[in-house]
């Protein structure tokens, strides 16, 4: 099939207040090389629908209260499908006030909202994707997952032409690029992750409803937390980012009990699920509030640390 490039501007309107640093700086700490590229104002990717191939820049629009995206696509059919993933995407459905409302008088995660109230839960385009960087995150930091995702894409992705100059050369693979691939020899890490990764791509495509939205927290996390490599915060977290489930909550993440480190410990994952019962149901919120305040915290740590 031809994959000519059509250009199409869509606009992507939101309900205000928008936070689009913070989403932008999350996407960015992540950024896929040759998949994804961000910079000031600006994040772009590539993408693929159904065997087409493109690519799409996303920005601030000038008309306030919405983002420009810019798609490249081969397929002029798929435009709406792709303005949708977007939304997901950059979380542009919900409501912050009544997502606000809810934590009004909270005494630990309201005070956090009325700081940023525009703060929302970045999506990702594609649930295996997220679940194949989920798998590369354990045990190491966001770097290092960022980096191995690079050469897991270097490696299986499909490269794209005529993308000289933009940061961007390679579709992320597809499950049928990883179902058989030697993951763990090409990327000189543990056989078990790599096999995890097979095993999701298998699953995918025996299932491919797998990473389906509207599935339901429950359903989603048991059928997650059934695949090989998957425990309950990465379940969680592909919930919380892939599924746009407003409640899943990764409860043993370390950024959340340190956050709630108020001087006498850390609490377990156990007395994070009691204290989060107070959150519901937009618990997903409540962490990226809490990731965020220990995102501050640390960054003073380390000021205060270099200014001695």
Do not use: C
């Not at 700490?29 to 910079?39: F, K, L, W, Y």
């Not at 960087?133 to 997952?145: E, H, K, M, T, Y």
């Not at 794209?160 to 390679?170: I, K, N, Q, V």
């Not at 298998?202 to 797998?210: F, K, N, R």
């Amino acid at each position: 099939m031809s994959q000519d490039r059509i250009v199409t501007a869509v606009t992507l309107p939101y309900r205000a207040p928008y936070d689009w640093e913070a989403l932008h700086g999350f996407l960015a700490a992540r950024a896929i090389p040759g998949v994804e590229r961000a910079e000031t104002g600006l994040y772009a990717r590539t993408v693929s629908v159904e065997g087409w191939h493109g690519t799409v820049d996303i920005r601030p629009s000038s008309e306030g209260e919405s983002l420009a995206a810019e798609i490249r696509f081969s397929n002029a059919g798929s435009i709406p499908a792709i303005a949708a993933r977007l939304r997901h995407l950059f979380d542009l459905d919900i409501d912050p006030l009544t997502v606000g409302a809810r934590f009004d008088g909270e005494p630990v995660i309201g005070p956090l909202v009325a700081v940023r109230p525009g703060l929302r839960v970045p999506g990702a385009w594609s649930g295996f994707e997220l679940a194949v960087r989920g798998i590369l995150g354990q045990q190491v930091s966001v770097a290092a997952a960022t980096r191995l995702a690079g050469k897991l894409v270097a490696a299986f992705g499909t490269p794209l032409a005529g993308l000289d100059g933009t940061g961007l050369s390679h579709v992320f693979p597809a499950p049928e690029h990883l179902v058989e691939a030697d993951i763990s020899l090409v990327l000189n890490m543990p056989r078990a992750r790599g096999a995890a990764i097979r095993a999701v791509a298998a699953s995918v495509i025996a299932e491919p409803d797998l990473f389906s939205v509207g599935q339901g927290l429950e359903t989603a996390a048991l059928r997650l937390k059934a695949l090989r490599g998957i425990g309950d915060w990465t379940a969680h977290y592909i919930a919380m980012r892939a599924l746009k489930e407003p409640d899943a909550f990764p409860s043993a993440d370390i950024g959340l009990m340190r956050a709630l480190d108020t001087g006498s410990g850390r609490p377990t994952p156990k007395q994070m699920l009691a204290r989060a019962e107070a959150w519901r149901p937009y618990r997903a919120y409540a962490a990226m509030h809490l990731w965020a305040s220990d995102a501050e915290m640390e960054a003073a740590r380390l000021l205060a640390k270099a200014e001695r």
